[in-house]
């Protein structure tokens, strides 16, 4: 019986020791579980606050995108008008480079015709000019001649005046009769000659007359501003057009500060811009882009 005492004792020992360590174990495990529990709760709670934070971002770049796309769409639209208003200036520019071709075709054109006529003009008057000196000497011969008998009619009247007269009823001799012949009388030469009267123009009048600009301002007038300028064919593109009261003819004052610079006049309008051509003597190396343009009159 000790034996079997001694040997349950001993079981029932080893089981207490088993069961203590199972014990032990299992509160540690407990404990850290609990200190698990804790730990994954704490990060369930920061996970979610960033989740909230990743949220409030996710919406705020939401209406970020939205505004950028509407910016997108708005600039796309800009973009699609200044494509449009491009168009319209480059089919405007070739338009007025073809016009400006033709009107320096046609002064060229006038400018030789004016030649040959300045030309035919010269050579008809060195013509005249010889016709003018031919009868300065047919003049001058017949004033030699007139003279020439005026100094020989003197000369007979005196020896006229020197013969001695017949007796009365006496026939007269030869020599008398040679004596009162009367001397002959000086040879009238009619001259019936056309002559042309040139006149020739003076272009240059009034061409080195230089005259204090007079500026009219009017607060109602339309108001732009230059968009281009084009100096080989000389010409400008003001952002005014029908829509604002321009026409064909029109003349804009281009002013740059407040100050004025010179005089543009329409050639040609669309709804929303228009060409104009320089008046001299203001040229396109007088001008700049963003000048301000003011309507002064309109055409008739």
Known sequence: MNKSGKTLTIFLSVISVLLLSIT??????????IQLRRTAEENLEQLKQVEAKLQKELTDTKKQVFLLEEKN????????????DLELEQGLREEMKKENREIKDSLEKEKQSREESLQQTQSQLDEAQKKIEALETQLKEVTEQS????KQLQEAQSNSSAAPQPAPGAAPTP???GAAEPAPMPQVIDIDQ????????????????DLDKIVVSNRNAAQGQVISVDQETDFVIV???????????????IYRNNQYLGDVQVSRVLPEMAAADFIPPFSSDKIQ???QVVMKSVAN
């Open 24 to 33: 032990a174990i299992s509160v540690f495990f407990f404990i850290q579980e």
């Open 239 to 253: 952002n005014l057009g029908e829509q604002d009261g321009i026409q064909k003819g029109s003349v804009l004052g």
């Open 147 to 150: 003279r020439a008998l005026e």
């Open 289 to 291: 882009k963003a000048d």
């Open 194 to 209: 056309k002559s042309e009267a040139v006149t020739p123009q003076n272009d240059q009048l009034g061409k080195n007359i």
């Open 175 to 177: 020599g008398d009769a």
């Open 73 to 84: 769409k708005e600039a796309n639209d800009k973009v699609e008008g200044l494509m449009e």
